[in-house]
């Protein structure tokens, strides 16, 4: 990222560097929300991109479980 930032000579790539780091502060942001509507879709990408395992998320309500399971093969 810092080799784009100092590679910056016009304004296209100022602007390209904006939407980069916009979409991927959305991605994290997205990622790493807590509330309890995203909770099984944050699960499910972090599942899917191999960052846990469905078997690390014992205790966790065996509904949610499933949805989480279901979500990897839908998102």
């Not at 502060?25 to 990622?31: A, E, I, P």
Request: charged share 30%; proline share 0%; glycine share 8%.
């Amino acid at each position: 990222m810092r080799q784009q930032a100092s590679g910056i000579q016009e304004f296209d790539d100022l602007w390209y560097l904006h939407d980069f780091l916009s979409a991927r502060r959305y991605d994290l942001d997205g990622k790493y929300d807590s509330r309890n509507a995203t909770v099984i879709f944050a699960l499910a990408g972090l599942v899917k991109e191999g960052w846990l395992k469905l078997g690390e998320l014992e205790g966790l309500d065996k509904e949610k479980i499933t949805k989480v399971s279901a979500m990897t093969r839908i998102i």
